[in-house]
Nanobody, 123 residues
Framework: QVQLVESGGGLVQAGGSLRLSCAAS????????MGWYRQSPGKQRDLVAS???????NYADSVKGRFTISRDSAKNTAYLQMNSLNPDDTATYYC?????????????????WGQGTQVTVSS
């Protein structure tokens, strides 16, 4: 099994910053893509940012220029630096990872989600 543990959420005033972390653990062989999604009550879960093993990054239009995703492959950890936060960024943020894990003597693809961390931006 692969587990993702997020941290770094909290309450911040508009214009402030937060840094989220996501640490993956378990029988991991390799991680191809790590990403951050967010979901507000009554809305679907949307991609915020993702980063591939080679370093290619993808951002939602609404966060371009404000959020930066990075990863430390040696630690199987991803980060999301969020600057210039506004109330529209309020949501539960979920980490996602896709890669290969070792299971029963062979490599199998995995897709894992973290438990979510709340980010609340006050106006």
């Amino acid at each position: 099994q692969v587990q993702l543990v997020e941290s770094g959420g909290g309450l911040v005033q508009a214009g402030g910053s937060l840094r989220l972390s996501c640490a993956a653990s378990g029988s991991i062989v390799s991680i191809n893509t790590m990403g951050w999604y967010r979901q507000s009550p009554g809305k679907q879960r949307d991609l915020v940012a993702s980063i591939q093993r080679g370093g290619n990054r993808n951002y939602a239009d609404s966060v371009k220029g404000r959020f930066t995703i990075s990863r430390d492959s040696a630690k199987n950890t991803a980060y999301l630096q969020m600057n210039s936060l506004n109330p529209d960024d309020t949501a539960t943020y979920y980490c996602n990872a896709v890669g290969l894990r070792r299971e029963f003597g062979r490599n199998e693809e995995f897709r894992a989600w973290g438990q979510g961390t709340q980010v609340t931006v006050s106006s």
